[in-house]
């Protein structure tokens, strides 16, 4: 029979504040079996993704966090291309789920942006040869 999960002592702030700033945030510690922590929905504004969370405390003075297990080092190697982050106070998490993603949105407000501009030349480019041929009438 499987043993209750642990919770890591920091992980509560760690959800309200989370919560505060407009996150969805749903604990997957009771999966066990290596699976991050949390399971975090950014809030609209920041791209509405998704960002899993492992939750580490720290173990000593100098503010060292306890290392990832055998068991969630697998899960995070399985799982390569879905990054993990590790966090271990509010403001490591607020970054992992808001400032981390700040390129991968300017990434994809440039690809928007080229996408734009492609569709206005297209636009041009009918309207001119609509206009052209009817020259010709």
């Not at 002592?9 to 919560?19: F, G, K, P, S, Y």
């Not at 300017?106 to 041929?133: F, G, N, Q, T």
Request: net charge positive; hydrophobic share 45%.
């Amino acid at each position: 029979m499987r043993r209750a999960a642990k919770v890591d002592d920091n992980q509560a702030a760690i959800v309200e504040a989370l919560r505060l700033r407009g996150h969805r945030v749903q604990s997957l510690a009771a999966l066990g079996a290596g699976v991050p922590d949390l399971l975090v929905g950014l809030a609209p504004r920041f791209g509405r993704a998704l960002v899993l969370l492992e939750v580490k405390t720290k173990r000593n003075k100098r503010g060292d966090s306890h290392k990832l297990t055998a068991r969630e080092a697998e899960w995070h190697s399985e799982w390569r291309h879905y990054p993990v982050r590790t966090v271990d106070d509010v403001e490591s998490a607020i970054t992992a789920c808001e400032v981390m993603l700040a390129p991968e949105r300017e990434a994809v407000d440039a690809l928007r942006e080229e996408y734009r501009a492609l569709r206005r030349d297209a636009l041009l480019r009918e309207a001119r040869a609509s206009v052209a041929l009817d020259g010709d009438l």
